[in-house]
């Protein structure tokens, strides 16, 4: 592989989620409410978290229920497409790509991190394969036509054919299918990145997965280093580019069978 992105932190912010602010009386109201929900909370198992329930009290959180809440997209900046354009110019044509990566995700509710880091791969078209560090077991594999994301703490894994998937969207940039057609687009002014812009990015269609994207990219050589994944009840998964390489990666990288004792769940 050969590196075409440095492992240099290229001036990113230290720290760019705002601190939590004490629960009011209706939010523990609420919090207490949302326990006894019957679908899944936030998880930050995978690359992109499942939606959350916390924010429906009834409990009956759905893919409609959540992604008919999420704004229209409004008209792109003219310039802030452009640099996106940009973007693409230099990630799409590229056949083959490996990265280094730290994750931290951020539940908005109890204020809480958790952090991982690991490797990824990704191969034209729809291939990908994500390696998290020890004591990290979690795995994400792509064949290019099915997605698996394994939980290793709950020895658990779903499944969908990656044209379903979130991984398209937000992760266009790598997957190779850009991020220039997927999001209406407008910088982000309170954010400080020197030496780079930061774009928000709305879906221009409302998914169940995330509400906006951060993409913070190197003005210079429009490099993404940063995407921040936000999604309806304002949890954040943060990835921070460290290498960026390019070279042939074998065809087993995408070949997944699921453990021994592994259950596989609905998405």
Do not use: C
Not at 105 to 124: A, E, P, Q
């Amino acid at each position: 592989m050969v590196p075409i992105i440095s492992s240099a932190p290229a001036n990113l912010p230290a720290d760019d989620v705002p601190p939590a602010p004490p629960p009011s009386a209706s939010a523990a109201v609420k919090k207490a409410t949302a326990k006894k929900a019957t679908a899944p909370a936030a998880s930050a198992s995978g690359p992109i978290a499942a939606p959350s329930a916390t924010a429906v009290t009834s409990g009956s959180a759905t893919v409609s229920s959540v992604s008919s809440a999420a704004p229209a997209a409004a008209p792109s900046d003219p310039a802030a497409m452009a640099l996106a354009k940009r973007t693409d110019a230099f990630y799409v044509p590229r056949k083959s790509l490996s990265a280094r990566f730290k994750q931290e995700f951020y539940i908005r509710s109890s204020g809480t991190k958790k952090t991982s880091s690991g490797t990824m791969y990704f191969v034209r078209p729809g291939k990908m394969s994500w390696r998290y560090d020890a004591p990290n077991g979690n795995r994400v594999v792509s064949d290019g036509a099915m997605v698996r994301v394994y939980d290793a703490d709950a020895q658990q894994y779903t499944e969908q054919p990656i044209g379903n998937s979130e991984y398209p969207g937000a992760l266009g940039f790598l997957t190779g299918d850009g991020i220039g057609s997927q999001f209406s687009f407008a910088f982000h002014e309170k954010v400080t990145f020197p030496g780079g812009k930061v774009l928000v990015g709305t879906p221009l269609q409302p998914n169940p997965w995330y509400r906006s994207v951060l993409f913070y990219i190197d003005e210079a050589t429009a490099h993404i280093r940063r995407v921040v994944i936000i999604d309806a009840q304002g949890n954040r998964n943060r990835f921070d580019f460290e290498t960026l390489s390019e070279g042939e990666i074998p065809a087993s990288e995408f070949a997944w069978s699921p453990p021994a004792g592994a259950t596989r769940v609905a998405r």
